[in-house]
């Protein structure tokens, strides 16, 4: 991008932030041109005073009173002046900068909201958080200034006008003054642009690559990759340094010329205008409201520099928040409901899907689980099991082939209708940092439009097996869980994210190995009390210990994506030998781990623990 398509493109961003909040750009334009018009009137005002009051009291050696009341009254109605310019056009840049960069991320957010798993999986968490934050303040930073900006050039204007007035030697200085400070804040800018666009990238990978570390900081200090860790950081943020001082560097040679220009400017008028004044065409207090103007004027023509100088920033910034913005991918919803009430039916048919183009993960999958069954699926690793769990949840769309819920194409139903009637707990249990029932009720309504009560919350707890341990917390329900739910155990949380799902009581739950950190009577006793008191769900349960299996209606047996016999566990443990076999195995691993269970202290928070493992076949 060349610096002339930076300016442009740069300000088209700003008129696209003007269009936004017209209203408050108005109003710090007005304040920012009465401030410019203003400083005019300073130095003439200054002016005034000196020809009027100081020249003839040193030639009289008497003030008259008269005059230096109304100098004074002018010089205060001008700085009067300037102040309303001044808050008006402050408060306008700050509300407009400050509204648009809240705009923008509300923006970002919603739009990873809306962007399928395939687009997350693509993006680093650390370069979307760079996009929610400094992306976006970079791109509206330079619409501070802006009004500031466009009140100096129309000041600018002014006092070349008001300079002809006066002299027009004078005003020719100012013709050569200005010209020359506008074109040098633009190219300025034209140098700056592909420097900020660097700098702006990498402070993206910077804020990727701490972001991992420190998701990643248990198994970086468990491998003892602290200074391969450490290196790989410090290279990136090194580049960021050198980016930025580049950036610095060109600071450093233009800002001093773009404060200098307008002291050139006062030393050619004192020249010109000493000359003018010598010569009887100007008076002595032209030549000193000429002086004072240059001087008054440098602060403000810097603005169009801040503007122009961050421009390439807020492009830069721009292009990275827009490419959120206008990423696609994200799944079209239909208008439909499940019908009826009670469990609903899933159903896949012939369906194919691959993650990767040409790597097909599922091949002509089909399968029914009918309403208020459960249905185990089970496969060795890697057969596509959660593929399946997270199509039957509609996070993906088949590549071909359909998924109904309830009878209703899965794509025909509208978001929060399917939100309502599919819940997936998945493998990996997220809390918030909030309390017990803010994690639990996630602040959802009823379908009568109630919020979810403390009793629900506490039968979904209850079915989750979880409730006698809330109860020992301090607060019970209202408990701090602390960021991510560190205060947790595996098993405690995966519990409480089970809970989540029950609390809205989904017409099909999906559980992707949801309870795998439990101990397994524990997790026998959760399917047990799911199927006993959910009652209104269909269960589709990813599963890997014989006591869960054993437990569902039917079992779905995978192996690389296909589904290769469906019935129930006996008939599958009778006649599929792959089956069988797996089976067996996960039962010997069972037997350890329970031998290992069996070792400690019986886990007291089952809600019926007598009766957990008579369910197991
Ligand atoms: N996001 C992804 N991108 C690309 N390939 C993927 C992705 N997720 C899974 N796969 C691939 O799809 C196949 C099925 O994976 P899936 O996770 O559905 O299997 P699984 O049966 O649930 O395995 P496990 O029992 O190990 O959890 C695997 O070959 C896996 O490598």
Request: glycine share 10%; net charge negative; proline share 5%.
């Given at each position: 991008m060349t610096g002339r398509d930076v300016i442009g493109r740069g300000l088209r961003v700003l008129w696209a932030g003007v269009q936004h909040e017209p209203k408050i750009f108005t109003i710090a334009t007005i304040g920012s041109v009465l401030f410019g018009l203003l400083t005019i009137g300073t130095a003439y005002a200054l002016g005034y005073v000196v020809g009027h009051v100081v020249e003839p009291a040193f030639a009289t050696e008497r003030y008259e009173w008269g005059t230096l009341l109304l100098a004074a009254g002018l010089v205060l109605a001008v700085s009067a002046g300037k102040v309303i310019g001044i808050f008006g056009r402050r408060l306008g840049s700050g509300f407009m900068q400050f509204r648009l960069q809240a705009l923008y991320r509300r923006k970002v957010t919603r739009r990873y909201l809306e962007l399928p798993p395939a687009w997350h999986a693509r993006h680093s968490t650390g370069s979307l958080l760079s996009n929610a934050n400094s992306d976006v303040e970079a791109t509206w930073w330079p619409i501070a200034p802006l009004p500031f900006a466009i009140g100096s050039i129309v000041m600018m204007v002014a006092a070349v006008v008001v300079l002809f007035f006066t002299d027009w030697v004078l005003a020719l200085v100012g013709l050569a003054v200005f010209p020359a400070l506008f074109s040098l804040n633009v190219v300025y800018s034209r140098r700056m642009a592909p420097r900020q666009a660097k700098a702006q990238s990498l402070r993206a990978s910077v804020s990727g690559i701490a972001h991992e570390s420190f998701d990643g900081a248990l198994v970086v200090k468990t491998m003892g990759r602290e200074q391969a860790e450490t290196e790989r950081f410090a290279a990136k943020a090194a580049e960021l340094r050198d980016a930025l001082i580049r950036v610095g560097r060109l600071r450093g040679v233009f800002d001093p010329s773009l404060e200098s220009l307008p002291s050139v400017g006062t030393l050619a008028v004192l020249v010109a205008g000493a000359w003018r004044v010598q010569s009887g065409a100007i008076s002595l207090q032209d030549l000193i409201s000429v002086t004072l103007l240059f001087t008054v004027m440098a602060f403000p023509v810097r603005s169009i520099g801040w503007v122009l100088g961050e421009l390439?920033?807020?492009?830069?910034?721009?292009?990275?928040?827009?490419?959120?913005?206008?990423?696609?991918?994200?799944?079209?919803?239909?208008?439909?409901?499940?019908?009826?009430?009670?469990?609903?039916?899933?159903?896949?048919?012939?369906?194919?899907?691959?993650?990767?183009?040409?790597?097909?993960?599922?091949?002509?999958?089909?399968?029914?689980?009918?309403?208020?069954?459960?249905?185990?699926?089970?496969?060795?690793?890697?057969?596509?099991?959660?593929?399946?769990?997270?199509?039957?949840?509609?996070?993906?769309?088949?590549?071909?082939?359909?998924?109904?819920?309830?009878?209703?194409?899965?794509?025909?139903?509208?978001?929060?209708?399917?939100?309502?009637?599919?819940?997936?707990?998945?493998?990996?249990?997220?809390?918030?940092?909030?309390?017990?029932?803010?994690?639990?009720?996630?602040?959802?309504?009823?379908?009568?439009?109630?919020?979810?009560?403390?009793?629900?919350?506490?039968?979904?707890?209850?079915?989750?097996?979880?409730?006698?341990?809330?109860?020992?917390?301090?607060?019970?329900?209202?408990?701090?869980?602390?960021?991510?739910?560190?205060?947790?155990?595996?098993?405690?949380?995966?519990?409480?994210?089970?809970?989540?799902?029950?609390?809205?009581?989904?017409?099909?739950?999906?559980?992707?190995?949801?309870?795998?950190?439990?101990?397994?009577?524990?997790?026998?006793?959760?399917?047990?009390?799911?199927?006993?008191?959910?009652?209104?769900?269909?269960?589709?349960?990813?599963?890997?210990?014989?006591?869960?299996?054993?437990?569902?209606?039917?079992?779905?047996?995978?192996?690389?994506?296909?589904?290769?016999?469906?019935?129930?566990?006996?008939?599958?443990?009778?006649?599929?030998?792959?089956?069988?076999?797996?089976?067996?195995?996960?039962?010997?691993?069972?037997?350890?781990?329970?031998?290992s269970y069996d070792a400690e202290e019986p886990e007291d928070d089952l809600e019926e623990p007598d009766t957990a493992m008579e369910i197991v076949r």
């Open positions: 390439p920033r807020s492009v830069a910034g721009w292009d990275r928040v827009q490419r959120v913005l206008t990423a696609t991918g994200e799944m079209a919803y239909g208008e439909s409901g499940v019908p009826g009430d009670g469990p609903a039916e899933i159903a896949f048919d012939r369906v194919d899907f691959s993650y990767v183009d040409g790597e097909r993960v599922l091949h002509d999958v089909t399968f029914k689980v009918k309403p208020g069954k459960t249905v185990a699926l089970v496969g060795p690793t890697g057969s596509g099991k959660s593929t399946v769990a997270t199509l039957a949840s509609r996070l993906l769309d088949p590549d071909s082939g359909e998924i109904k819920l309830g009878g209703v194409p899965a794509t025909d139903l509208a978001a929060a209708d399917l939100a309502a009637a599919v819940a997936l707990v998945p493998q990996l249990s997220f809390a918030f940092d909030d309390t017990v029932r803010a994690n639990v009720t996630l602040d959802r309504l009823r379908p009568d439009g109630t919020p979810i009560s403390d009793d629900e919350t506490w039968a979904a707890l209850a079915t989750a097996q979880v409730k006698p341990f809330v109860e020992r917390l301090p607060d019970g329900l209202d408990t701090e869980l602390g960021e991510r739910g560190t205060t947790l155990s595996g098993g405690q949380r995966q519990r409480l994210v089970l809970a989540r799902a029950l609390a809205g009581q989904p017409r099909v739950l999906i559980l992707d190995d949801a309870t795998s950190a439990v101990d397994p009577r524990v997790e026998a006793a959760i399917l047990r009390s799911l199927r006993s008191t959910s009652g209104g769900a269909t269960i589709l349960v990813v599963a890997y210990r014989r006591a869960t299996i054993a437990l569902a209606d039917e079992v779905i047996y995978l192996e690389q994506g296909r589904v290769v016999a469906h019935g129930t566990h006996t008939q599958l443990l009778e006649s599929v030998p792959g089956y069988a076999g797996l089976v067996t195995a996960y039962e010997k691993a069972e037997a350890e781990r329970d031998r």
